[in-house]
């Protein structure tokens, strides 16, 4: 199976960067997308950036400009720059990461969360 660990969480001031890693370990896959989506207490998951495997990136109306999604295909690891932090950004970050396994096929692997708050 394949586990993901996330880094880079904390507190930041507005208008503040932060840098969240994914990284996937395991064996007989392969990584397709990696996405990031964000969670807020008592408010539905919102989608905030995805990367193809061919490095091609989407992004959330609300981030644009702001984050950069990345991936580092020899590290398995996908990043989230976040620059220009707002308020309204303080949210749990998860990572998702869809594979093809050897033994199981395609499937989606979600990240523990990581916590971002952004406060004076």
């Known amino acids: 199976q394949v586990q993901l660990v996330e880094s880079g969480g904390g507190l930041v001031q507005p208008g503040g960067s932060l840098r969240l890693s994914c990284a996937a370990s395991?064996?007989?896959?392969?990584?397709?997308?990696m996405d990031w989506y964000r969670q807020t207490p008592g408010k539905q998951r919102e989608w905030v950036a995805d990367?193809?495997?061919?490095?091609?990136?989407n992004y959330a109306d609300f981030v644009k400009g702001r984050f950069t999604i990345s991936r580092d295909n020899a590290k398995k690891t996908v990043y989230l720059q976040m620059n220009s932090l707002k308020p309204e950004d303080t949210a749990v970050y998860l990572c998702g990461v869809a594979v093809s396994e050897r033994q199981w096929g395609n499937r989606v692997y979600w990240g523990q969360g990581l916590q971002v708050t952004v406060s004076s």
């Open positions: 990367i193809t495997s061919v490095g091609m990136t």
């Open positions: 395991g064996s007989g896959f392969s990584i397709n997308n």
